[in-house]
């Protein structure tokens, strides 16, 4: 008997909704990453696109522990020569919150083709309204 493998007719994508008030933002990127690769379901293989849809509402609303809303810096550069430019989280928080919710997932998914095409499942919003209701999605406790 040889080793199981899935097929992409085995493949069953959910819509699952996380609601992100009062969720500290590396356990919430950490558990998000683990449902976008498939790594919860019994027929998880590392090379196949098995994982789910994931909604992330009131992104605005996440936490962070320690000092780390004035001490993390997120850096970004324009191409020009000496175009490095830096955000502290307090900031990025202000302007847009759904940025750092797809920093922190981005950072934990694999850095490869299909890492690439697992981000695009992620979808998050700001508020507590999104434009995904006719998925039907199922509510994902953390």
């Known amino acids: 008997m040889g080793t199981y493998s899935p097929t992409k007719n085995d493949l069953k ?4 909704i996380v609601d992100a008030d009062n969720k500290v933002l590396g356990r919430l990127a950490a ?15 590392y ?5 789910d849809f994931v909604i992330i509402i009131n992104a605005d609303k996440i936490k962070v522990t320690g ?3 004035e001490g993390k810096i997120y850096y970004r550069h324009t191409g020009y020569p000496g175009g490095i430019k830096s955000t ?6 202000s302007k847009n919150p ?4 797809e920093i922190a997932v981005r950072g934990m998914l694999p ?13 998050v919003y700001a508020g507590a309204e999104h434009p995904h209701q006719a998925q039907q999605p199922k509510v994902f406790e953390i």
């Open 13 to 16: 994508h959910e819509w699952l």
């Open 31 to 45: 558990k998000v990453s683990h449902v976008l690769m498939g790594k919860h379901k019994p027929d998880f293989a």
């Open 47 to 51: 090379h196949m696109d098995n994982g």
């Open 67 to 69: 000092n780390k809303a």
């Open 88 to 93: 502290n989280l307090k900031t990025m928080m």
């Open 98 to 101: 759904e940025r750092v919710i």
């Open 111 to 123: 850095k490869n083709k299909l890492g690439r095409k697992l981000f695009t499942k992620l979808k």
